[in-house]
Protein backbone atom coordinates (compact mmCIF):
# COMPACT_ATOMS: atom_id res chain seq x y z
CA UNK A 1 0.00 0.00 0.00
CA UNK A 2 1.08 3.21 -1.27
CA UNK A 3 2.36 6.28 0.90
CA UNK A 4 0.71 9.86 0.43
CA UNK A 5 2.15 13.01 1.01
CA UNK A 6 0.95 16.32 0.34
CA UNK A 7 3.72 19.52 0.55
CA UNK A 8 3.11 22.90 1.17
CA UNK A 9 0.40 23.34 -0.67
CA UNK A 10 -1.74 26.25 -1.40
CA UNK A 11 -4.68 26.99 -3.07
CA UNK A 12 -6.56 29.99 -4.09
CA UNK A 13 -10.18 31.04 -5.78
CA UNK A 14 -9.85 34.33 -6.75
CA UNK A 15 -8.95 36.10 -4.05
CA UNK A 16 -10.22 33.60 -1.29
CA UNK A 17 -7.78 31.57 0.11
CA UNK A 18 -8.71 27.92 -0.04
CA UNK A 19 -5.50 26.52 1.50
CA UNK A 20 -2.43 27.68 2.74
CA UNK A 21 0.61 25.90 3.21
CA UNK A 22 -0.94 21.99 4.14
CA UNK A 23 1.55 19.46 5.29
CA UNK A 24 0.46 16.00 5.76
CA UNK A 25 1.80 12.76 5.34
CA UNK A 26 -0.79 10.00 5.59
CA UNK A 27 1.14 6.40 6.47
CA UNK A 28 0.80 3.41 4.03
CA UNK A 29 -2.81 1.95 4.68
CA UNK A 30 -4.16 4.17 7.26
CA UNK A 31 -7.16 5.96 7.50
CA UNK A 32 -6.69 9.92 7.65
CA UNK A 33 -9.91 12.68 8.46
CA UNK A 34 -10.14 15.53 7.13
CA UNK A 35 -12.09 17.51 9.73
CA UNK A 36 -13.71 20.82 9.62
CA UNK A 37 -16.75 23.57 9.23
CA UNK A 38 -17.75 23.54 5.73
CA UNK A 39 -15.38 26.07 3.56
CA UNK A 40 -11.85 25.00 5.37
CA UNK A 41 -10.77 23.73 2.28
CA UNK A 42 -11.31 19.87 3.53
CA UNK A 43 -12.97 19.03 0.01
CA UNK A 44 -10.38 20.95 -1.87
CA UNK A 45 -7.50 19.16 -0.39
CA UNK A 46 -9.65 15.67 -1.67
CA UNK A 47 -9.84 17.08 -5.08
CA UNK A 48 -6.37 18.11 -5.52
CA UNK A 49 -5.74 14.21 -4.22
CA UNK A 50 -8.11 13.00 -6.83
CA UNK A 51 -6.32 15.49 -9.69
CA UNK A 52 -9.71 17.66 -10.11
CA UNK A 53 -8.08 20.36 -8.84
CA UNK A 54 -4.34 21.34 -9.64
CA UNK A 55 -3.11 23.18 -6.51
CA UNK A 56 -1.16 26.74 -7.03
CA UNK A 57 1.83 25.89 -5.49
CA UNK A 58 3.28 22.64 -3.56
CA UNK A 59 2.85 19.28 -4.70
CA UNK A 60 1.06 15.77 -4.13
CA UNK A 61 3.52 12.36 -3.59
CA UNK A 62 2.49 8.97 -4.43
CA UNK A 63 5.16 6.69 -2.62
CA UNK A 64 7.48 9.82 -3.56
CA UNK A 65 6.01 10.27 -7.16
CA UNK A 66 4.39 13.52 -7.72
CA UNK A 67 1.02 13.40 -9.30
CA UNK A 68 1.24 16.62 -10.85
CA UNK A 69 1.88 15.12 -14.21
CA UNK A 70 -1.08 12.70 -13.80
CA UNK A 71 -4.85 13.13 -15.17
CA UNK A 72 -7.14 12.57 -13.03
CA UNK A 73 -8.27 9.01 -15.14
CA UNK A 74 -4.66 7.74 -14.55
CA UNK A 75 -4.02 8.16 -10.86
CA UNK A 76 -5.45 4.44 -9.71
CA UNK A 77 -7.61 6.41 -7.38
CA UNK A 78 -10.95 5.29 -6.20
CA UNK A 79 -13.27 8.11 -5.04
CA UNK A 80 -16.47 8.55 -3.47
CA UNK A 81 -18.33 11.98 -4.16
CA UNK A 82 -20.66 13.38 -1.35
CA UNK A 83 -23.83 12.99 -3.66
CA UNK A 84 -22.67 9.46 -4.78
CA UNK A 85 -22.26 10.42 -8.28
CA UNK A 86 -23.81 7.04 -9.37
CA UNK A 87 -24.95 7.06 -13.10
CA UNK A 88 -28.75 6.97 -13.25
CA UNK A 89 -28.87 5.36 -17.08
CA UNK A 90 -26.62 2.13 -15.78
CA UNK A 91 -27.46 -0.84 -13.15
CA UNK A 92 -26.33 -1.03 -10.15
CA UNK A 93 -23.89 -3.97 -12.00
CA UNK A 94 -23.13 -1.56 -14.49
CA UNK A 95 -22.31 1.17 -12.46
CA UNK A 96 -19.99 -1.07 -10.49
CA UNK A 97 -18.15 -2.45 -13.78
CA UNK A 98 -18.16 0.97 -15.15
CA UNK A 99 -14.27 1.26 -14.45
CA UNK A 100 -13.59 -2.25 -15.24
CA UNK A 101 -15.16 -1.82 -19.00
CA UNK A 102 -12.94 1.56 -19.31
CA UNK A 103 -9.83 -0.24 -18.23
CA UNK A 104 -10.69 -2.97 -20.86
CA UNK A 105 -11.20 -6.42 -18.45
CA UNK A 106 -12.80 -8.88 -20.17
CA UNK A 107 -16.98 -9.48 -19.20
CA UNK A 108 -16.42 -12.57 -17.76
CA UNK A 109 -13.82 -11.13 -15.11
CA UNK A 110 -16.16 -8.55 -14.76
CA UNK A 111 -19.22 -10.01 -13.83
CA UNK A 112 -16.81 -12.19 -11.49
CA UNK A 113 -15.66 -8.92 -9.18
CA UNK A 114 -19.12 -7.03 -9.66
CA UNK A 115 -20.58 -10.59 -7.84
CA UNK A 116 -17.59 -10.37 -5.17
CA UNK A 117 -18.03 -6.39 -4.94
CA UNK A 118 -21.80 -7.14 -4.28
CA UNK A 119 -21.24 -9.99 -1.62
CA UNK A 120 -18.96 -7.77 0.29
CA UNK A 121 -21.33 -4.54 0.29
CA UNK A 122 -24.06 -7.25 1.52
CA UNK A 123 -26.40 -6.65 -1.79
CA UNK A 124 -25.89 -9.68 -3.70
CA UNK A 125 -29.12 -9.41 -5.66
CA UNK A 126 -29.03 -5.69 -6.42
CA UNK A 127 -27.19 -5.94 -9.46
CA UNK A 128 -30.23 -6.01 -11.84
CA UNK A 129 -31.35 -3.22 -10.24
CA UNK A 130 -31.69 0.90 -11.21
CA UNK A 131 -30.16 3.28 -9.49
CA UNK A 132 -33.09 5.13 -8.19
CA UNK A 133 -34.46 1.80 -6.49
CA UNK A 134 -31.98 2.05 -3.93
CA UNK A 135 -32.37 3.40 -0.65
CA UNK A 136 -29.84 6.10 1.29
CA UNK A 137 -27.44 3.33 2.42
CA UNK A 138 -27.54 1.38 -0.43
CA UNK A 139 -26.94 4.21 -2.71
CA UNK A 140 -23.59 4.82 -0.25
CA UNK A 141 -22.56 1.04 -0.11
CA UNK A 142 -23.00 0.64 -4.33
CA UNK A 143 -20.76 3.99 -4.72
CA UNK A 144 -18.29 2.61 -2.74
CA UNK A 145 -18.50 -0.90 -4.36
CA UNK A 146 -17.89 0.99 -7.98
CA UNK A 147 -14.63 3.17 -6.12
CA UNK A 148 -13.41 0.45 -5.22
CA UNK A 149 -13.90 -1.98 -8.30
CA UNK A 150 -10.71 -1.13 -9.62
CA UNK A 151 -8.78 -1.96 -6.89
CA UNK A 152 -7.25 1.79 -6.29
CA UNK A 153 -3.66 2.47 -4.58
CA UNK A 154 -5.65 5.28 -2.94
CA UNK A 155 -9.58 5.97 -1.84
CA UNK A 156 -10.89 9.07 -1.06
CA UNK A 157 -14.84 9.88 0.36
CA UNK A 158 -16.31 13.31 0.15
CA UNK A 159 -18.66 13.66 3.56
CA UNK A 160 -19.70 9.71 3.22
CA UNK A 161 -22.73 9.69 5.58
CA UNK A 162 -23.81 13.18 5.49
CA UNK A 163 -27.17 12.07 3.07
CA UNK A 164 -27.60 9.84 5.71
CA UNK A 165 -30.41 9.78 9.25
CA UNK A 166 -28.26 9.67 12.54
CA UNK A 167 -28.88 5.78 13.38
CA UNK A 168 -28.01 4.19 9.44
CA UNK A 169 -24.98 6.74 9.72
CA UNK A 170 -23.58 4.92 12.64
CA UNK A 171 -24.11 1.46 11.01
CA UNK A 172 -22.54 2.87 7.85
CA UNK A 173 -19.03 4.13 9.71
CA UNK A 174 -18.59 1.11 11.26
CA UNK A 175 -19.03 -1.08 8.04
CA UNK A 176 -16.92 1.75 6.49
CA UNK A 177 -14.35 1.56 9.08
CA UNK A 178 -13.90 -2.69 9.12
CA UNK A 179 -14.12 -2.72 5.54
CA UNK A 180 -11.36 -0.02 5.01
CA UNK A 181 -8.92 -2.38 7.66
CA UNK A 182 -9.61 -5.34 5.92
CA UNK A 183 -8.60 -4.08 2.65
CA UNK A 184 -5.83 -1.96 4.11
CA UNK A 185 -6.17 0.51 1.75
CA UNK A 186 -4.55 4.37 2.30
CA UNK A 187 -7.81 6.09 3.02
CA UNK A 188 -8.53 9.91 3.04
CA UNK A 189 -12.00 11.07 3.96
CA UNK A 190 -13.68 14.55 4.20
CA UNK A 191 -16.13 14.89 7.29
CA UNK A 192 -17.66 17.99 9.03
CA UNK A 193 -18.71 15.60 12.05
CA UNK A 194 -16.49 14.71 14.57
CA UNK A 195 -18.23 11.50 16.06
CA UNK A 196 -17.91 10.14 12.38
CA UNK A 197 -13.74 11.45 12.55
CA UNK A 198 -13.40 9.40 15.75
CA UNK A 199 -15.06 6.64 14.85
CA UNK A 200 -12.95 5.90 10.95
CA UNK A 201 -9.63 7.75 11.68
CA UNK A 202 -6.40 6.64 12.46
CA UNK A 203 -5.48 10.00 12.21
CA UNK A 204 -7.72 13.36 11.93
CA UNK A 205 -6.91 16.59 10.82
CA UNK A 206 -8.75 19.59 12.51
CA UNK A 207 -9.00 21.99 9.72
CA UNK A 208 -10.33 26.27 9.65
CA UNK A 209 -10.21 28.41 7.31
CA UNK A 210 -7.87 27.23 4.82
CA UNK A 211 -4.95 25.87 7.34
CA UNK A 212 -4.31 22.98 9.79
CA UNK A 213 -5.19 23.24 13.20
CA UNK A 214 -4.15 20.21 14.40
CA UNK A 215 -3.07 16.76 13.46
CA UNK A 216 -3.31 13.63 15.72
CA UNK A 217 -4.53 10.07 16.66
CA UNK A 218 -8.32 10.73 17.61
CA UNK A 219 -8.09 10.66 21.76
CA UNK A 220 -5.18 12.89 21.21
CA UNK A 221 -7.13 15.27 19.73
CA UNK A 222 -10.05 14.95 21.83
CA UNK A 223 -7.60 15.02 25.36
CA UNK A 224 -5.47 17.62 24.22
CA UNK A 225 -6.84 20.15 21.87
CA UNK A 226 -4.09 22.08 20.96
CA UNK A 227 -5.96 25.41 19.89
CA UNK A 228 -9.56 26.73 21.34
CA UNK A 229 -10.87 26.27 17.78
CA UNK A 230 -10.62 22.85 17.94
CA UNK A 231 -11.51 22.16 21.50
CA UNK A 232 -15.27 23.53 20.80
CA UNK A 233 -15.18 21.67 17.28
CA UNK A 234 -14.16 18.15 18.75
CA UNK A 235 -16.88 17.24 21.37
CA UNK A 236 -18.56 18.99 23.67
CA UNK A 237 -16.30 21.77 25.89
CA UNK A 238 -16.91 24.32 28.41
CA UNK A 239 -14.61 27.25 27.85
CA UNK A 240 -14.57 29.95 30.59
CA UNK A 241 -12.95 33.37 30.42
CA UNK A 242 -10.66 34.17 32.97
CA UNK A 243 -8.09 36.26 33.62
CA UNK A 244 -4.61 34.95 34.10
CA UNK A 245 -2.65 36.47 37.53
CA UNK A 246 0.97 34.98 36.92
CA UNK A 247 0.41 31.41 37.64
CA UNK A 248 -3.08 30.27 37.41
CA UNK A 249 -6.24 31.27 36.26
CA UNK A 250 -8.93 33.80 37.60
CA UNK A 251 -12.64 33.11 37.31
CA UNK A 252 -14.42 35.39 39.57
CA UNK A 253 -12.65 35.46 42.98
CA UNK A 254 -11.73 31.75 42.20
CA UNK A 255 -7.85 30.36 41.12
CA UNK A 256 -7.73 27.85 38.63
CA UNK A 257 -4.56 25.59 38.42
CA UNK A 258 -3.45 24.85 35.38
CA UNK A 259 -1.16 21.82 35.02
CA UNK A 260 0.24 21.88 31.90
CA UNK A 261 0.79 25.53 30.47
CA UNK A 262 1.94 25.50 26.90
CA UNK A 263 2.12 29.19 26.53
CA UNK A 264 5.14 31.10 28.05
CA UNK A 265 4.44 34.67 26.68
CA UNK A 266 1.78 35.16 29.11
CA UNK A 267 1.54 38.04 31.34
CA UNK A 268 -0.05 39.13 34.46
CA UNK A 269 -3.58 40.43 34.01
CA UNK A 270 -3.81 38.99 30.22
CA UNK A 271 -7.11 37.07 29.51
CA UNK A 272 -7.11 33.74 29.13
CA UNK A 273 -9.53 30.81 28.51
CA UNK A 274 -10.03 27.54 30.19
CA UNK A 275 -11.21 24.60 28.44
CA UNK A 276 -12.50 21.62 30.54
CA UNK A 277 -14.46 18.71 29.19
CA UNK A 278 -18.05 18.30 31.14
CA UNK A 279 -17.82 14.31 31.77
CA UNK A 280 -14.26 15.71 33.72
CA UNK A 281 -16.09 18.45 35.78
CA UNK A 282 -16.74 17.10 38.89
CA UNK A 283 -19.80 18.04 41.49
CA UNK A 284 -19.68 17.83 45.17
CA UNK A 285 -22.31 18.44 47.90
CA UNK A 286 -22.54 21.56 48.99
CA UNK A 287 -24.72 21.32 52.34
CA UNK A 288 -21.76 19.89 54.58
CA UNK A 289 -20.29 23.27 55.65
CA UNK A 290 -17.63 22.18 52.92
CA UNK A 291 -15.65 25.12 52.01
CA UNK A 292 -14.02 24.90 48.46
CA UNK A 293 -10.72 23.86 47.91
CA UNK A 294 -8.40 25.04 44.99
CA UNK A 295 -10.21 24.81 41.77
CA UNK A 296 -13.51 24.49 43.25
CA UNK A 297 -16.37 26.56 42.79
CA UNK A 298 -19.87 27.27 44.72
CA UNK A 299 -22.65 27.08 42.16
CA UNK A 300 -26.09 26.37 42.12
CA UNK A 301 -27.84 23.91 39.80
CA UNK A 302 -29.78 25.81 36.55
CA UNK A 303 -30.80 22.24 34.53
CA UNK A 304 -30.87 19.50 34.75
CA UNK A 305 -31.52 17.12 31.89
CA UNK A 306 -31.24 12.72 31.37
CA UNK A 307 -31.37 11.52 27.88
CA UNK A 308 -31.04 7.64 29.08
CA UNK A 309 -27.78 6.95 28.58
CA UNK A 310 -25.91 10.31 29.54
CA UNK A 311 -27.26 13.12 32.26
CA UNK A 312 -26.01 16.64 31.90
CA UNK A 313 -26.44 18.98 34.97
CA UNK A 314 -25.62 22.39 33.98
CA UNK A 315 -24.50 24.49 37.56
CA UNK A 316 -23.93 28.41 37.16
CA UNK A 317 -21.13 29.80 38.66
CA UNK A 318 -19.52 33.22 38.81
CA UNK A 319 -21.87 34.08 35.95
CA UNK A 320 -21.05 30.99 34.05
CA UNK A 321 -22.66 28.14 33.11
CA UNK A 322 -20.23 25.30 33.57
CA UNK A 323 -21.58 21.95 32.38
CA UNK A 324 -21.23 18.37 33.78
CA UNK A 325 -21.79 14.70 32.18
CA UNK A 326 -22.04 11.84 33.90
CA UNK A 327 -23.63 8.12 32.69
CA UNK A 328 -26.78 7.11 34.91
CA UNK A 329 -25.25 3.73 34.97
CA UNK A 330 -22.87 5.37 38.29
CA UNK A 331 -25.88 7.32 39.74
CA UNK A 332 -24.89 5.87 43.10
CA UNK A 333 -22.10 8.28 42.84
CA UNK A 334 -23.84 11.18 42.12
CA UNK A 335 -25.45 13.52 43.91
CA UNK A 336 -29.46 13.35 43.42
CA UNK A 337 -29.45 17.47 42.26
CA UNK A 338 -32.43 19.49 41.28
CA UNK A 339 -32.58 23.02 39.92
CA UNK A 340 -31.76 25.11 42.83
CA UNK A 341 -29.67 23.21 44.67
CA UNK A 342 -26.48 24.67 45.99
CA UNK A 343 -23.24 22.61 44.69
CA UNK A 344 -19.04 22.64 44.61
CA UNK A 345 -17.83 22.27 41.28
CA UNK A 346 -14.56 21.06 40.93
CA UNK A 347 -12.23 21.39 37.87
CA UNK A 348 -9.17 18.59 38.05
CA UNK A 349 -6.42 20.71 37.29
CA UNK A 350 -4.89 18.22 35.27
CA UNK A 351 -7.69 18.30 33.12
CA UNK A 352 -7.70 21.85 32.21
CA UNK A 353 -6.87 23.49 29.34
CA UNK A 354 -5.50 27.33 28.51
CA UNK A 355 -6.01 29.41 25.86
CA UNK A 356 -4.60 32.37 25.56
CA UNK A 357 -6.82 34.57 23.63
CA UNK B 1 -68.28 37.54 -5.07
CA UNK B 2 -65.38 38.05 -7.46
CA UNK B 3 -63.42 35.08 -8.89
CA UNK B 4 -59.81 34.21 -7.78
CA UNK B 5 -57.10 34.07 -10.04
CA UNK B 6 -57.00 30.35 -9.74
CA UNK B 7 -60.63 30.11 -10.15
CA UNK B 8 -60.49 31.56 -13.54
CA UNK B 9 -57.45 29.37 -14.47
CA UNK B 10 -59.21 26.10 -13.64
CA UNK B 11 -62.45 27.45 -14.94
CA UNK B 12 -63.94 27.10 -18.41
CA UNK B 13 -62.56 29.86 -20.18
CA UNK B 14 -58.89 28.73 -20.85
CA UNK B 15 -60.66 25.84 -22.32
CA UNK B 16 -62.66 27.52 -24.73
CA UNK B 17 -60.25 29.61 -25.71
CA UNK B 18 -58.02 27.20 -26.64
CA UNK B 19 -60.24 24.84 -28.37
CA UNK B 20 -61.48 28.00 -30.22
CA UNK B 21 -57.99 28.92 -31.17
CA UNK B 22 -56.91 25.86 -32.13
CA UNK B 23 -59.90 25.14 -34.38
CA UNK B 24 -59.74 28.81 -36.35
CA UNK B 25 -56.26 28.80 -36.79
CA UNK B 26 -55.53 25.54 -37.19
CA UNK B 27 -58.10 23.08 -37.52
CA UNK B 28 -60.08 25.00 -40.29
CA UNK B 29 -57.26 25.85 -42.57
CA UNK B 30 -56.26 22.22 -42.27
CA UNK B 31 -59.62 20.92 -43.17
CA UNK B 32 -59.54 23.26 -46.27
CA UNK B 33 -56.15 22.07 -47.55
CA UNK B 34 -56.97 18.50 -46.69
CA UNK B 35 -60.65 19.00 -48.79
CA UNK B 36 -58.59 20.91 -51.87
CA UNK B 37 -55.93 18.01 -52.23
CA UNK B 38 -58.76 15.26 -53.24
CA UNK B 39 -59.93 18.23 -55.95
CA UNK B 40 -58.76 17.80 -59.44
CA UNK B 41 -57.08 20.18 -61.49
CA UNK B 42 -58.50 21.70 -64.53
CA UNK B 43 -55.80 22.87 -67.04
CA UNK B 44 -55.44 26.85 -66.81
CA UNK B 45 -55.17 27.02 -63.86
CA UNK B 46 -58.49 26.06 -62.18
CA UNK B 47 -59.52 23.34 -59.88
CA UNK B 48 -63.42 21.34 -59.73
CA UNK B 49 -64.90 19.66 -56.50
CA UNK B 50 -64.18 15.84 -56.58
CA UNK B 51 -62.50 13.06 -54.36
CA UNK B 52 -59.38 11.91 -56.47
CA UNK B 53 -56.16 10.58 -54.47
CA UNK B 54 -53.99 10.79 -57.39
CA UNK B 55 -52.60 14.06 -55.94
CA UNK B 56 -51.22 11.96 -53.15
CA UNK B 57 -50.64 8.92 -55.62
CA UNK B 58 -48.32 11.57 -57.49
CA UNK B 59 -45.84 11.30 -54.58
CA UNK B 60 -44.91 7.52 -55.27
CA UNK B 61 -43.65 8.77 -59.24
CA UNK B 62 -39.80 8.63 -59.38
CA UNK B 63 -39.40 12.42 -59.65
CA UNK B 64 -41.46 13.26 -56.17
CA UNK B 65 -39.66 10.33 -54.44
CA UNK B 66 -36.41 11.58 -55.45
CA UNK B 67 -38.13 15.34 -54.02
CA UNK B 68 -38.99 13.95 -50.96
CA UNK B 69 -35.55 12.18 -50.49
CA UNK B 70 -33.42 15.04 -51.20
CA UNK B 71 -35.52 17.08 -48.77
CA UNK B 72 -35.45 14.82 -45.91
CA UNK B 73 -31.97 13.56 -46.71
CA UNK B 74 -31.01 16.98 -46.75
CA UNK B 75 -32.65 18.45 -43.68
CA UNK B 76 -31.37 15.20 -41.77
CA UNK B 77 -27.84 15.75 -42.36
CA UNK B 78 -28.16 19.31 -41.27
CA UNK B 79 -30.00 18.58 -38.23
CA UNK B 80 -27.13 16.28 -37.13
CA UNK B 81 -24.64 18.44 -37.82
CA UNK B 82 -26.55 20.79 -35.96
CA UNK B 83 -27.03 18.38 -33.12
CA UNK B 84 -23.21 17.80 -32.88
CA UNK B 85 -22.04 21.67 -32.78
CA UNK B 86 -25.01 22.82 -30.97
CA UNK B 87 -24.48 19.70 -28.40
CA UNK B 88 -20.78 20.69 -27.92
CA UNK B 89 -21.22 24.04 -28.07
CA UNK B 90 -24.16 23.89 -25.19
CA UNK B 91 -22.13 21.38 -23.30
CA UNK B 92 -18.86 23.90 -22.99
CA UNK B 93 -21.75 26.71 -21.77
CA UNK B 94 -22.92 24.66 -19.54
CA UNK B 95 -19.36 24.54 -17.92
CA UNK B 96 -18.92 28.08 -18.48
CA UNK B 97 -19.81 30.67 -15.22
CA UNK B 98 -22.90 32.38 -15.11
CA UNK B 99 -21.75 35.59 -17.08
CA UNK B 100 -20.44 33.25 -20.10
CA UNK B 101 -23.42 31.59 -20.45
CA UNK B 102 -25.42 34.49 -20.41
CA UNK B 103 -23.08 36.23 -23.05
CA UNK B 104 -23.66 33.14 -25.26
CA UNK B 105 -27.45 32.48 -24.76
CA UNK B 106 -27.81 36.57 -25.80
CA UNK B 107 -26.00 35.83 -28.61
CA UNK B 108 -27.80 32.61 -29.84
CA UNK B 109 -31.14 33.80 -29.39
CA UNK B 110 -30.23 37.23 -30.96
CA UNK B 111 -29.23 34.87 -34.26
CA UNK B 112 -32.94 33.56 -34.25
CA UNK B 113 -34.52 37.04 -34.37
CA UNK B 114 -32.90 37.23 -37.31
CA UNK B 115 -34.71 36.95 -40.33
CA UNK B 116 -34.41 34.21 -42.84
CA UNK B 117 -33.24 36.15 -45.90
CA UNK B 118 -30.53 38.28 -43.72
CA UNK B 119 -28.94 34.71 -43.01
CA UNK B 120 -29.13 33.88 -46.16
CA UNK B 121 -28.26 36.38 -47.96
CA UNK B 122 -25.00 36.86 -45.45
CA UNK B 123 -24.24 33.12 -46.62
CA UNK B 124 -24.45 33.99 -50.31
CA UNK B 125 -21.61 36.95 -49.45
CA UNK B 126 -19.73 34.88 -48.04
CA UNK B 127 -20.18 31.48 -50.36
CA UNK B 128 -19.66 34.02 -53.24
CA UNK B 129 -16.77 34.03 -55.93
CA UNK B 130 -15.50 37.67 -55.19
CA UNK B 131 -15.94 38.47 -51.89
CA UNK B 132 -16.61 35.45 -50.05
CA UNK B 133 -14.10 32.24 -48.99
CA UNK B 134 -13.67 31.56 -52.86
CA UNK B 135 -11.93 35.10 -52.91
CA UNK B 136 -10.14 34.46 -49.62
CA UNK B 137 -9.29 30.81 -50.30
CA UNK B 138 -8.04 32.33 -54.01
CA UNK B 139 -6.20 35.16 -52.25
CA UNK B 140 -4.07 32.40 -49.95
CA UNK B 141 -2.94 30.39 -53.21
CA UNK B 142 -5.51 26.99 -51.78
CA UNK B 143 -7.40 27.27 -55.25
CA UNK B 144 -6.03 27.95 -58.43
CA UNK B 145 -8.85 30.57 -60.21
CA UNK B 146 -11.34 32.55 -56.85
CA UNK B 147 -14.41 30.62 -57.28
CA UNK B 148 -18.43 30.58 -55.77
CA UNK B 149 -19.50 27.69 -53.70
CA UNK B 150 -23.71 29.16 -53.77
CA UNK B 151 -25.84 27.55 -55.47
CA UNK B 152 -24.87 24.61 -53.93
CA UNK B 153 -25.25 21.82 -51.84
CA UNK B 154 -22.67 22.55 -49.74
CA UNK B 155 -24.27 26.08 -49.31
CA UNK B 156 -27.27 25.30 -48.34
CA UNK B 157 -26.31 22.52 -45.90
CA UNK B 158 -24.32 25.23 -43.97
CA UNK B 159 -27.08 27.54 -43.97
CA UNK B 160 -29.56 25.25 -42.54
CA UNK B 161 -27.54 23.64 -40.01
CA UNK B 162 -26.71 27.55 -38.88
CA UNK B 163 -30.19 28.27 -38.28
CA UNK B 164 -30.54 24.83 -36.70
CA UNK B 165 -28.31 25.40 -34.02
CA UNK B 166 -29.62 27.91 -31.52
CA UNK B 167 -32.65 25.61 -31.55
CA UNK B 168 -30.65 22.75 -30.62
CA UNK B 169 -29.00 24.91 -28.49
CA UNK B 170 -32.29 26.30 -26.22
CA UNK B 171 -33.29 22.56 -26.12
CA UNK B 172 -29.91 21.42 -24.51
CA UNK B 173 -28.89 23.77 -23.03
CA UNK B 174 -31.27 23.14 -19.47
CA UNK B 175 -30.57 19.43 -18.73
CA UNK B 176 -26.70 19.73 -19.80
CA UNK B 177 -26.96 22.87 -17.14
CA UNK B 178 -28.88 20.53 -14.63
CA UNK B 179 -26.46 17.71 -14.89
CA UNK B 180 -24.19 17.29 -11.87
CA UNK B 181 -21.00 17.83 -12.69
CA UNK B 182 -19.48 15.39 -10.14
CA UNK B 183 -21.14 12.32 -12.77
CA UNK B 184 -18.23 13.26 -15.49
CA UNK B 185 -15.50 13.78 -12.58
CA UNK B 186 -16.83 10.27 -11.25
CA UNK B 187 -16.42 8.66 -14.51
CA UNK B 188 -12.85 10.20 -14.66
CA UNK B 189 -11.73 8.74 -11.19
CA UNK B 190 -13.19 5.64 -12.83
CA UNK B 191 -10.49 5.62 -15.59
CA UNK B 192 -12.70 7.42 -18.42
CA UNK B 193 -10.74 10.23 -20.44
CA UNK B 194 -12.71 13.48 -20.30
CA UNK B 195 -14.02 12.41 -24.10
CA UNK B 196 -15.25 8.74 -22.90
CA UNK B 197 -16.66 10.59 -20.09
CA UNK B 198 -19.11 12.58 -22.22
CA UNK B 199 -19.66 9.96 -24.68
CA UNK B 200 -20.55 7.57 -21.92
CA UNK B 201 -22.40 9.38 -19.36
CA UNK B 202 -23.38 12.57 -20.75
CA UNK B 203 -24.90 11.59 -23.89
CA UNK B 204 -26.78 8.80 -22.64
CA UNK B 205 -28.11 11.02 -19.96
CA UNK B 206 -29.72 13.84 -21.95
CA UNK B 207 -30.48 11.28 -24.85
CA UNK B 208 -34.61 12.30 -24.11
CA UNK B 209 -33.31 15.89 -25.19
CA UNK B 210 -31.15 15.30 -27.70
CA UNK B 211 -33.75 13.18 -30.19
CA UNK B 212 -36.39 16.26 -29.32
CA UNK B 213 -33.85 18.74 -30.11
CA UNK B 214 -32.92 16.68 -33.58
CA UNK B 215 -36.84 16.30 -34.09
CA UNK B 216 -37.34 20.25 -33.78
CA UNK B 217 -34.34 20.97 -36.12
CA UNK B 218 -35.95 18.55 -38.94
CA UNK B 219 -38.54 20.33 -38.86
CA UNK B 220 -37.31 23.52 -38.87
CA UNK B 221 -35.26 22.95 -41.74
CA UNK B 222 -38.25 20.89 -43.47
CA UNK B 223 -40.38 23.89 -43.79
CA UNK B 224 -37.24 26.33 -44.59
CA UNK B 225 -38.21 28.28 -47.96
CA UNK B 226 -35.89 31.40 -48.10
CA UNK B 227 -32.46 29.41 -47.81
CA UNK B 228 -33.10 26.38 -50.42
CA UNK B 229 -34.01 29.24 -52.88
CA UNK B 230 -31.18 31.54 -52.20
CA UNK B 231 -28.68 29.16 -51.46
CA UNK B 232 -29.76 25.62 -53.46
CA UNK B 233 -29.98 24.31 -56.93
CA UNK B 234 -33.99 23.55 -57.85
CA UNK B 235 -32.57 19.87 -57.09
CA UNK B 236 -31.76 20.98 -53.43
CA UNK B 237 -35.11 22.37 -53.24
CA UNK B 238 -37.11 21.32 -49.84
CA UNK B 239 -40.87 20.28 -49.64
CA UNK B 240 -41.38 24.11 -49.30
CA UNK B 241 -39.79 25.67 -51.92
CA UNK B 242 -42.00 22.45 -54.18
CA UNK B 243 -45.25 23.50 -52.42
CA UNK B 244 -44.35 27.15 -53.55
CA UNK B 245 -43.95 26.24 -56.74
CA UNK B 246 -46.73 24.33 -57.18
CA UNK B 247 -49.62 26.51 -56.19
CA UNK B 248 -48.01 30.28 -57.45
CA UNK B 249 -46.16 28.94 -60.79
CA UNK B 250 -47.22 25.91 -61.77
CA UNK B 251 -51.07 26.62 -60.55
CA UNK B 252 -51.69 23.71 -59.10
CA UNK B 253 -53.08 23.99 -55.82
CA UNK B 254 -54.62 20.55 -55.11
CA UNK B 255 -51.39 19.22 -55.81
CA UNK B 256 -49.59 22.15 -53.56
CA UNK B 257 -52.14 21.43 -50.58
CA UNK B 258 -51.36 17.54 -51.10
CA UNK B 259 -47.92 18.01 -50.55
CA UNK B 260 -48.53 20.63 -47.44
CA UNK B 261 -50.83 17.84 -46.16
CA UNK B 262 -47.45 15.21 -46.39
CA UNK B 263 -45.69 18.45 -44.65
CA UNK B 264 -47.98 18.48 -41.69
CA UNK B 265 -48.54 15.34 -40.84
CA UNK B 266 -44.93 14.31 -41.06
CA UNK B 267 -44.49 17.04 -38.58
CA UNK B 268 -47.19 16.55 -36.22
CA UNK B 269 -45.89 13.08 -36.37
CA UNK B 270 -42.39 13.93 -35.01
CA UNK B 271 -44.09 16.15 -32.50
CA UNK B 272 -45.88 12.91 -31.09
CA UNK B 273 -43.24 11.20 -31.37
CA UNK B 274 -40.77 13.61 -29.16
CA UNK B 275 -43.76 13.80 -26.58
CA UNK B 276 -44.07 10.31 -25.90
CA UNK B 277 -40.12 10.04 -25.63
CA UNK B 278 -40.10 12.64 -23.16
CA UNK B 279 -43.13 10.93 -21.27
CA UNK B 280 -41.01 7.91 -21.10
CA UNK B 281 -37.97 9.32 -20.30
CA UNK B 282 -39.02 11.54 -17.34
Redesign the interface.
Known amino acids: MPRLQIEGVNKHFGSFTALNDIWLDIPAGKLLCLLGPSGCGKTTILRIIAGLESPDSGKVLLDGNDLAILPPHRRDIGMVFQSHALFPHLSVAENISYGLRITGISKSERLERVDELLETIRLPDAGGKRINQLSGGELQRVSIARALARQPRIFLLDEPTSALDANLRETMQIELRRLQQSLNITTVVVTHDQSEAMTLADLIVVMQAGTIEQIGPPMEIYEKPRTEFVANFIGATNMLNCLWDGNCAVLGNNKLNIKSIADSSLTRGDPVKVSIRPERVELLAANRGRKPDSNQLTGTVEFVRNIGNLVEIHTRCENTSIAHTYSPQNLSTELNLREGDAVIVHLPAEHCLLYSK | MKKTDSEFRSGPIPGVFATVALGLFFFVPFAIMLTFSFYHKIPGGLYEPAFEVDNYLRFISPFFTQILLISTGLCSLASILALFIGFILTYFMSRMNKRGRTLWLILLVSLLSLSEVIIGFSWSILFSRTAGIGGWMYTLGLLDAPRAFAPGFGALLTALTFICVPFIVLVMFPPLTRL?K??V?????????PL?AVI??VV??V?PALIAAFILAFIYSLGSYVLPIMLGKPRHWTISVHITDQALYQANIPFASALSVFLIVTALSLIALISKLQNRFT
Open positions: PEWESARMLGATRTVPSR
